[in-house]
C-alpha cells in the first residue's frame, strides 16, 4: 500500500515546512503551498488523501478550498487551520463538512492523530 | 431694543398723531359751532335793526308818533334777546366787540328816549338819529361779514390739517415698516449665515453685539444648538475610537497569532528532532525563531506608533529637502525592486511648518506601498506644487502599480486594513493619515486597477503670524 498523500495550503511559509518536516518522519507524502490557486491546480492532476488548509488567505480562501476538494474527492478530508481564533469561524467551518479545525498556534502532535484519524476513517 | 417693542412705539407713535388730530379738529368744529350760532343771532339782529330804520323812517318821514314807541320796543327785546345770548356772542366775537356793540344800542335807544322827551324833529336831530342808527346797523354787519369769514377760514385750515396729517401717518408707517423689514432681513442673513457654518462643521459661539431683540435670542438659541451639537460629535468621536480600539485589539490578536505560531512550530519540531537534525538544521531553525520575533517586534513599534503618535515637533521646512531625503533612505528597496523613480520637484515653494522626521515617515510609507504595488518593476513619480488657493503645498505620490480595488479605496487609511496579506501590518497608511491629520492637512487617494494608484498629500504653508501664536 502507498503512502497516504497530505497537501498543506499556508501563506506562511513556515507552517508549510514544519508540518512537512514533522509528517515525513511519519511516512506521508506531504506537498506544501504558499496560496489556494496553484494547489487546487494541483489537486485536479492528484487526489490527496488530507488536505489541511489555512481559513482566511488572500485570493481563494480555505472555504472555497473545502467546497472544490469535496467536488473534486468526496473522500478527502479537509482540516482547517487559522489564526482568526473566534467561534463563528469554527461554527461556519464545521458546518461545512471540515473534518477538524485548529487554532493557531497549532499543536503538530494534535495535529498528527487527527491525520491519522482522518485516514482511519473516525471524526 | 426687541423688534416687537419697536413696533409698538410706532403704533403709539401713529395712535398719538391721530388723537392729535383728532381734538384738533373737534376743537374747530366747536369753535366753527360758536361761530355759526352768533351768524344766526347776527340775522336776527341784523333784521331787528332794519325794522328799528324803517321805523325811523316812518317818524321823520310821515310824522308817525307810534314809530317812536315801536322803535323803543324792538330796543328793548333786542338788548333782552342779546343778553340772553350774551356768553354764545362774547365767546365768537369778543366781549370787546360786544361792549362796542351795546354801546352802540345804548346810544341809539338814549337818542330815542331823547326825541321822545322833547318831541323835536329838526334837521340836525335827524341827521344825528339817522347816523347812529346807520353806524349800528353796519357795525353789525362788519361783525356777522367777519364771522362768516372766520368759520370759511377755520374749514379750510382743518382740510389743511387733515391733509397733512394724513400723510404723516403714511409716511410713518412706511418708513418705520421698511426700516423693521430690512432690520429683520439683515438679521435673518446672519442667522442663515450662521446656520450654514454650523451645518459646515463649525461649532464656534457665534458673538454679537446687539443681542437684545429676538435675534439674539435665537442667536443665543442656535449658540446652544451648536454647543449641543459639539458635545455630541465629541461623544461620536469617543465611540468610534472605542470601535476602532475594538479593531485594533482583532487585529493585534490577528498579527501576533501568525508569528507566535510559527515560533512555536519551529519550537516544537526542535524538541522532536533535535536528535535527528543536524548542526546547520537547528541553527537555520534558530534564525527562523529570530525572524520572526522582529516580525512582532515590527508590529508593536508600529503599533506604538499608532497608538501613541509622539508630538509634532513642527519646523519651518522646505517639502522638498524631506522628499529627497525620504527618496534616498528608499533608494536601495528602489532600486533591488527595479522601480524607477521620476521626480517633479516645484520651485520657489512657499516652506512649510511640519515636522520633517514625520512627513519623511509618511512618504517612506507611501513609496513602500507603491513599490509593494509594482512587483514587476515600474515607475515611481513625486510631484510637489503649490494648491489651488496659494495656501498649502501638495505632494504626489504616483505608482505605475497593480491599483487598489475600488471596495478597499474607502478602507485603506484604517488601522490594520491591508492588501498585502502576510506582507504588511495594515498600520503603515493609518498612522500616516494620523500625521498629516496633526499637521492640519489632508491625504487622499485615487486609483485605477491595472494602472496605479495617486496619493496626494496637501499641507498649510508657513503663515509666520498664525504659526507663531499657535507656538
Same mark, same amino acid.
Given at each position: 500500500?502507498?503512502?497516504?498523500?497530505?497537501?498543506?495550503?499556508?501563506?506562511?511559509?513556515?507552517?508549510?515546512?514544519?508540518?512537512?518536516?514533522?509528517?515525513?518522519?511519519?511516512?506521508?507524502?506531504?506537498?506544501?503551498?504558499?496560496?489556494?490557486?496553484?494547489?487546487?491546480?494541483?489537486?485536479?492532476?492528484?487526489?490527496?488523501?488530507?488536505?489541511?488548509?489555512?481559513?482566511?488567505?488572500?485570493?481563494?480562501?480555505?472555504?472555497?478550498?473545502?467546497?472544490?476538494?469535496?467536488?473534486?474527492?468526496?473522500?478527502?478530508?479537509?482540516?482547517?487551520?487559522?489564526?482568526?481564533?473566534?467561534?463563528?469561524?469554527?461554527?461556519?467551518?464545521?458546518?461545512?463538512?471540515?473534518?477538524?479545525?485548529?487554532?493557531?498556534?497549532?499543536?503538530?502532535?494534535?495535529?498528527?492523530?487527527?491525520?491519522?484519524?482522518?485516514?482511519?476513517?473516525?471524526? | 431694543?426687541?423688534?416687537?417693542?419697536?413696533?409698538?412705539?410706532?403704533?403709539?407713535?401713529?395712535?398719538?398723531?391721530?388723537?392729535?388730530?383728532?381734538?384738533?379738529?373737534?376743537?374747530?368744529?366747536?369753535?366753527?359751532?360758536?361761530?355759526?350760532?352768533?351768524?344766526?343771532?347776527?340775522?336776527?339782529?341784523?333784521?331787528?335793526?332794519?325794522?328799528?330804520?324803517?321805523?325811523?323812517?316812518?317818524?321823520?318821514?310821515?310824522?308817525?308818533?307810534?314809530?317812536?314807541?315801536?322803535?323803543?320796543?324792538?330796543?328793548?327785546?333786542?338788548?333782552?334777546?342779546?343778553?340772553?345770548?350774551?356768553?354764545?356772542?362774547?365767546?365768537?366775537?369778543?366781549?370787546?366787540?360786544?361792549?362796542?356793540?351795546?354801546?352802540?344800542?345804548?346810544?341809539?335807544?338814549?337818542?330815542?328816549?331823547?326825541?321822545?322827551?322833547?318831541?323835536?324833529?329838526?334837521?340836525?336831530?335827524?341827521?344825528?338819529?339817522?347816523?347812529?342808527?346807520?353806524?349800528?346797523?353796519?357795525?353789525?354787519?362788519?361783525?356777522?361779514?367777519?364771522?362768516?369769514?372766520?368759520?370759511?377760514?377755520?374749514?379750510?385750515?382743518?382740510?389743511?390739517?387733515?391733509?397733512?396729517?394724513?400723510?404723516?401717518?403714511?409716511?410713518?408707517?412706511?418708513?418705520?415698516?421698511?426700516?423693521?423689514?430690512?432690520?429683520?432681513?439683515?438679521?435673518?442673513?446672519?442667522?442663515?449665515?450662521?446656520?450654514?457654518?454650523?451645518?459646515?462643521?463649525?461649532?464656534?459661539?457665534?458673538?454679537?453685539?446687539?443681542?437684545?431683540?429676538?435675534?439674539?435670542?435665537?442667536?443665543?438659541?442656535?449658540?446652544?444648538?451648536?454647543?449641543?451639537?459639539?458635545?455630541?460629535?465629541?461623544?461620536?468621536?469617543?465611540?468610534?475610537?472605542?470601535?476602532?480600539?475594538?479593531?485594533?485589539?482583532?487585529?493585534?490578536?490577528?498579527?501576533?497569532?501568525?508569528?507566535?505560531?510559527?515560533?512555536?512550530?519551529?519550537?516544537?519540531?526542535?524538541?522532536?528532532?533535535?536528535?535527528?537534525?543536524?548542526?546547520?538544521?537547528?541553527?537555520?531553525?534558530?534564525?527562523?525563531?529570530?525572524?520572526?520575533?522582529?516580525?512582532?517586534?515590527?508590529?508593536?513599534?508600529?503599533?506604538?506608533?499608532?497608538?501613541?503618535?509622539?508630538?509634532?515637533?513642527?519646523?519651518?521646512?522646505?517639502?522638498?529637502?524631506?522628499?529627497?531625503?525620504?527618496?534616498?533612505?528608499?533608494?536601495?528597496?528602489?532600486?533591488?525592486?527595479?522601480?524607477?523613480?521620476?521626480?517633479?520637484?516645484?520651485?520657489?515653494?512657499?516652506?512649510?511648518?511640519?515636522?520633517?522626521?514625520?512627513?519623511?515617515?509618511?512618504?517612506?510609507?507611501?513609496?513602500?506601498?507603491?513599490?509593494?504595488?509594482?512587483?514587476?518593476?515600474?515607475?515611481?513619480?513625486?510631484?510637489?506644487?503649490?494648491?489651488?488657493?496659494?495656501?498649502?503645498?501638495?505632494?504626489?505620490?504616483?505608482?505605475?502599480?497593480?491599483?487598489?480595488?475600488?471596495?478597499?479605496?474607502?478602507?485603506?487609511?484604517?488601522?490594520?486594513? %491591508? @492588501?498585502? #496579506?502576510? &506582507?504588511? =501590518?495594515?498600520?503603515?497608511?493609518?498612522?500616516? !493619515?494620523?500625521?498629516? $491629520? /496633526?499637521?492640519?492637512?489632508?491625504?487622499?487617494?485615487? %486609483? @485605477?486597477? #491595472?494602472? &496605479?494608484? =495617486?496619493?496626494?498629500?496637501?499641507?498649510?504653508? !508657513?503663515?509666520?503670524? $498664525? /504659526?507663531?501664536?499657535?507656538?
Amino acid at each position: 500500500m502507498s503512502a497516504n498523500k497530505i497537501m498543506i495550503i499556508d501563506d506562511e511559509k513556515i507552517v508549510g515546512d514544519m508540518a512537512k518536516l514533522s509528517l515525513e518522519q511519519e511516512g506521508y507524502v506531504v506537498e506544501t503551498f504558499l496560496s489556494a490557486e496553484p494547489a487546487l491546480e494541483r489537486l485536479k492532476e492528484e487526489k490527496f488523501d488530507v488536505v489541511v488548509t489555512d481559513l482566511k488567505m488572500k485570493g481563494i480562501d480555505g472555504m472555497e478550498v473545502l467546497r472544490t476538494v469535496k467536488r473534486l474527492y468526496p473522500k478527502t478530508k479537509v482540516i482547517m487551520i487559522t489564526a482568526f481564533a473566534n467561534l463563528d469561524s469554527a461554527i461556519e467551518a464545521l458546518r461545512g463538512d471540515v473534518h477538524d479545525f485548529f487554532p493557531k498556534p497549532v499543536r503538530i502532535k494534535e495535529l498528527k492523530v487527527s491525520i491519522q484519524r482522518a485516514l482511519n476513517g473516525v471524526q | 431694543m426687541k423688534v416687537e417693542n419697536k413696533i409698538i412705539l410706532s403704533n403709539v407713535f401713529n395712535i398719538v398723531l391721530i388723537l392729535l388730530v383728532g381734538f384738533f379738529a373737534m376743537q374747530n368744529l366747536n369753535l366753527m359751532l360758536t361761530k355759526l350760532r352768533f351768524v344766526e343771532i347776527a340775522d336776527d339782529l341784523n333784521a331787528s335793526f332794519l325794522e328799528m330804520r324803517l321805523s325811523e323812517k316812518n317818524y321823520f318821514l310821515y310824522h308817525d308818533e307810534s314809530a317812536l314807541l315801536d322803535i323803543k320796543e324792538k330796543i328793548d327785546s333786542t338788548v333782552k334777546s342779546i343778553d340772553l345770548a350774551g356768553q354764545d356772542i362774547s365767546r365768537a366775537i369778543g366781549q370787546t366787540n360786544l361792549d362796542l356793540l351795546k354801546s352802540h344800542l345804548k346810544e341809539y335807544s338814549e337818542m330815542v328816549d331823547g326825541i321822545r322827551l322833547t318831541s323835536r324833529r329838526d334837521v340836525s336831530i335827524e341827521a344825528t338819529f339817522r347816523t347812529r342808527g346807520k353806524n349800528l346797523r353796519e357795525f353789525s354787519n362788519a361783525i356777522t361779514r367777519l364771522e362768516r369769514q372766520g368759520v370759511n377760514n377755520i374749514i379750510a385750515r382743518s382740510k389743511n390739517v387733515l391733509f397733512y396729517s394724513f400723510w404723516a401717518v403714511m409716511a410713518t408707517a412706511i418708513v418705520v415698516s421698511h426700516f423693521i423689514s430690512q432690520r429683520i432681513l439683515r438679521s435673518l442673513r446672519e442667522i442663515q449665515k450662521l446656520a450654514q457654518s454650523i451645518s459646515q462643521g463649525n461649532f464656534n459661539r457665534i458673538e454679537r453685539l446687539s443681542s437684545a431683540d429676538e435675534f439674539g435670542s435665537v442667536i443665543e438659541a442656535i449658540n446652544s444648538m451648536s454647543e449641543e451639537l459639539r458635545n455630541r460629535e465629541e461623544e461620536l468621536i469617543q465611540s468610534k475610537k472605542l470601535a476602532s480600539l475594538g479593531i485594533l485589539t482583532a487585529g493585534v490578536a490577528h498579527e501576533l497569532t501568525n508569528p507566535l505560531n510559527n515560533i512555536s512550530m519551529i519550537a516544537q519540531n526542535y524538541q522532536e528532532f533535535y536528535d535527528v537534525l543536524s548542526e546547520r538544521n537547528r541553527l537555520e531553525l534558530m534564525k527562523k525563531i529570530e525572524g520572526e520575533t522582529v516580525r512582532i517586534e515590527e508590529i508593536v513599534k508600529n503599533l506604538l506608533d499608532f497608538s501613541r503618535p509622539k508630538a509634532a515637533k513642527l519646523e519651518k521646512r522646505e517639502i522638498n529637502a524631506t522628499v529627497l531625503k525620504a527618496l534616498e533612505l528608499m533608494q536601495n528597496t528602489l532600486d533591488i525592486s527595479n522601480v524607477g523613480v521620476r521626480k517633479e520637484l516645484g520651485q520657489d515653494l512657499p516652506p512649510l511648518y511640519i515636522d520633517d522626521h514625520q512627513i519623511e515617515q509618511v512618504l517612506v510609507n507611501l513609496i513602500t506601498n507603491a513599490v509593494h504595488a509594482m512587483d514587476h518593476g515600474g515607475i515611481l513619480k513625486i510631484a510637489t506644487r503649490l494648491g489651488g488657493d496659494g495656501q498649502t503645498v501638495k505632494v504626489d505620490v504616483l505608482d505605475t502599480g497593480k491599483g487598489i480595488p475600488p471596495e478597499f479605496l474607502t478602507h485603506i487609511f484604517d488601522p490594520f486594513f %491591508s @492588501t498585502k #496579506g502576510v &506582507g504588511g =501590518t495594515g498600520l503603515g497608511l493609518s498612522v500616516s !493619515y494620523g500625521i498629516i $491629520k /496633526n499637521h492640519g492637512g489632508t491625504i487622499r487617494v485615487e %486609483s @485605477t486597477l #491595472g494602472a &496605479g494608484t =495617486t496619493f496626494t498629500i496637501e499641507l498649510p504653508i !508657513y503663515d509666520s503670524n $498664525k /504659526n507663531k501664536r499657535n507656538k
